[in-house]
């Protein structure tokens, strides 16, 4: 099945930029997601970036995707304290029987210190 | 607004059990999921479904069902509860439009414990 790797954590200091990095191995994805999740919610839709395109700024946000070596990143820029949460890395299949299912990877637990 | 609601937020029950942890949603979307999410495994998808009377198992879908009966609705049932299955359950929806984005919109999740 689709394998989606992400490391576990990450610590930065607030006003730092934050990377979070994933890696996947579905070639034929086209979709790739970031979702957040605080602590007792659900998971949240940050962004995601079609696989034909290789960078996404939304704010404070910026996707790149290199589809070469199937690598996903994350910047936070300015990251503040309310950043602090688990991130994860997704993604869809580009077609078959698990058209439209997502394959998340364990999720990046970010803590942001003052 | 639309959105996707999950009950009971908690829930605490007894080995041997049947239990059913309900899914709802407002927006009309065609596809649903169930997952657990346990320390260190991330998120495991238990079954989905892409439409009414459409389901499909996930990769840790035993001892669970589901059932969809309408578009708003996807309710899990754990048969016959046992303490392997304390965990933290999320539903999710899609709005499975085909050539979209596939994006997933989750509940804030039902904390189940079986003692």
């Known amino acids: 099945g689709e394998d989606v790797e992400q490391s576990l954590f990450l610590s930065v200091r607030e006003g730092d930029s934050s990377v979070i990095n994933c890696t996947y191995t579905d070639s034929s994805s086209t979709y790739l997601y970031w979702y957040k999740q605080e602590p007792g919610a659900g998971l949240q839709l940050l962004t995601y970036i079609f696989s034909n395109m290789d960078m996404k700024q939304d704010q404070r946000l910026t996707v790149l995707l290199n589809k070469k070596d199937k690598h996903l990143s994350l910047r936070i820029a300015d990251t503040q304290t309310g950043d602090s949460a688990i991130y994860f890395c997704a993604e869809t299949p580009g077609g078959g029987s698990t058209l439209g299912r997502l394959y998340f990877g364990r999720g990046t637990q970010l803590t942001v210190w003052p | 607004d639309a959105e996707i609601t999950q009950s009971p937020r908690h829930k605490i029950t007894e080995t041997g059990r049947q239990v059913t942890l309900a899914c709802h949603q407002t927006w009309n979307h065609n596809n649903m999921f169930w997952y657990r999410q346990d320390l260190g495994h991330g998120l495991r998808l238990i079954h989905y479904?892409?439409?009414?009377?459409?389901?499909n198992k996930g990769e840790v879908s035993d001892g669970y069902s589901v059932s969809r009966s309408n578009t708003e609705d996807l309710p899990l049932t754990l048969e016959s509860a046992a303490s392997s299955q304390t965990s933290v359950y999320f539903c999710?929806?899609?709005?499975?439009?085909?050539?979209?984005?596939?994006?997933?919109?989750f509940g804030p999740g039902t904390r189940l414990t079986v003692t």
């Open positions: 999710a929806s899609s709005p499975g439009i085909a050539g979209g984005s596939y994006e997933q919109y």
């Open positions: 479904s892409y439409g009414v009377q459409d389901t």
